[in-house]
């Protein structure tokens, strides 16, 4: 398992594109290394992630530490239906895949970034919480991950007159500074980008599939070459077309963006399913072009609450796109914490010479964890549509209490009597976390507990 020859000194993410110990560990409990059919243990989805990893926070343990010999010892204590011991363990002895893997990827440019590395991009953390995907695969300039933009989305297989249009919008955005969000794929996607390309402009890729193909192909090589391009992929670099990645990485695609526009959307399929999603978790604004096609889902969207978009490409701006919405898109927060996230160092400072103390303002920063986000997932509202400023937001200067935070969503979770397994589908705990707390609540008297069937409830609710 011994992968340290990409890790660096201070545990940071060198530039060189090697591994902290931390990222490892990540990398090797939930991702592939090869075609999914040769992998024996299947890696940790996002919403296993997100309970194994708040387990390990709540043991002062972070997933580096598990880079030992036999981790077994560390594991004591863990007991989840869906995750073995066993299969954690199997996954961490995967290190001489993941070292050859890397070795591959990293000569066809390909670099890494994980929840707890700073370039992470925040508006994944900020609307998808735990289920922001734990690693990204990508190449180009990481810095662009948190660019922003216009999400543009469409059929592959739109008219002529849309694509044309589409060109329109991707040159537009480019003259105005505006990067342009999009998915890769033929039709729709990959003309907005290249419209945006050709002008100079911004674009932020997700790729559903093929990465390592996208990033030597000389379709997004200028973009690619001036920095102007970064493509990002949650899913083996190596993968091949799957319809479940292509409808799972939309969600991605609209929560990296500010705004987003629908060419064209059929009657069915991943641009309805995706702007559908966009509409009922109010992540961006949803514009609609106008259409004539009888067989477009177009108009359906805009009765979903959709808007509609000018005709006529000269009579908008990109920009009225992304601030009409009461500036909801300046909204993103700044900084997004994570489990195991460090604050950057200065290159020049290793463990043995600590860096300089981080100053007051810095540790009054609005940081929202992802574990927070599992205890209290259901209250996203109060990132996005309350208004309140970043500092009312902002984290205790102290250690988080997430046994608080439990409770404290158990008053609206448990007003009327709810099972163990209720609350394990609301919050995501790991069952273990949850019988623990619900056990202290109840020594609290903070909850009572109901038997024949055992059941619980907040203790001010009759």
């Given at each position: ?22 990222a490892q ?20 989805t996002?919403?296993?992630?997100g ?45 001489h ?5 890397m ?13 707890s ?11 998808l ?7 990204l ?14 999400a ?53 890729g997700v790729?559903?599939d093929?990465?390592?193909k ?20 949650p899913?083996?670099?190596?993968a ?5 990645n ?17 060419i ?27 259409t ?8 359906d ?9 000018e ?13 009409n ?18 604050p ?16 007051p ?8 964890s ?7 997932e ?8 309350s208004?309140?400023?970043a ?21 609206r ?22 019988t ?15 038997n ?11």
């Amino acid at each position: 398992m011994n992968v340290s020859r990409f890790s660096s000194a201070d545990g940071s993410l060198p530039a060189d594109g090697s591994l902290s110990p931390t990222a490892q560990a990540t990398l090797l409990l939930t991702s592939y290394f090869s075609k999914a059919s040769s992998e024996s243990a299947k890696p940790l989805t996002n919403a296993e992630w997100g309970r194994f990893a708040l387990w390990l926070k709540e043991k002062s343990t972070t997933p580096a530490d598990l880079l030992v010999t036999d981790p077994k010892a560390l594991l004591q204590g863990w007991h989840d239906a869906r995750i073995g011991a066993e299969r954690i363990i199997e996954l961490l002895n995967r290190g001489h895949s993941l070292a050859l893997a890397m070795e591959k990827w990293q000569r066809a440019g390909l670099w890494v970034v994980t929840r707890s590395d700073p370039e992470y991009p925040k508006r994944l953390k900020q609307r998808l919480k735990t289920n922001s995907p734990p690693v990204l695969f990508g190449c180009g300039n990481k810095a662009l991950l948190n660019a922003g933009g216009l999400a543009v989305i469409g059929s592959r297989n739109a008219s002529e007159a849309d694509l044309a249009f589409t060109d329109k919008v991707g040159v537009k955005a480019a003259k105005e500074g505006i990067a342009i969000v999009s998915g890769g794929a033929r039709g729709v996607d990959e003309t907005a980008m290249l419209g945006a390309m050709k002008q100079g402009g911004v674009l932020i890729g997700v790729m559903a599939d093929s990465l390592l193909k996208a990033a030597t192909s000389s379709k997004w090589r200028k973009g690619l070459m001036d920095d102007h391009a970064v493509l990002v992929s949650p899913f083996y670099p190596e993968a091949g077309f799957s319809a479940g990645n292509a409808m799972a990485r939309n969600k991605y695609i609209y929560c990296l963006a500010d705004s987003s526009l629908v060419i064209h959307s059929g009657k069915k399929g991943g641009t309805l399913n995706g702007a559908e999603e966009n509409l009922k978790k109010a992540w961006v604004p949803l514009w609609v072009k106008q259409t004539t096609d009888k067989d477009a889902a177009n108009a359906d969207l805009v009765a979903k609450g959709g808007r509609w978009l000018e005709a006529d490409t000269e009579a908008f701006k990109i920009s009225e796109l992304i601030c009409n919405e009461g500036g909801r898109a300046s909204q993103v927060k700044e900084q997004m914490g994570d489990l195991f996230s460090m604050p950057a160092q200065p290159e020049l400072f290793t463990e043995t010479e600590p860096g300089p103390e981080i100053e007051p303002e810095h540790k009054k920063e609005a940081v929202e964890s992802e574990t927070e986000s599992i205890v209290n997932e259901n209250q996203a509202n109060i990132v996005v549509n309350s208004g309140k400023t970043a500092e009312s937001d902002a984290a205790p200067s102290g250690p988080i209490d997430f046994y608080q935070l439990f409770t404290s969503e158990l008053q609206r979770l448990a007003e009327k009597p709810v099972t163990v397994e209720e609350l394990i589908e609301s919050t995501q705990l790991n069952k273990s976390q949850l019988t623990e707390w619900l056990k202290r609540a109840v020594d609290d008297e903070q909850v009572k507990k109901i038997n024949r069937p055992v059941r619980y409830q907040v203790k001010n609710k009759k």
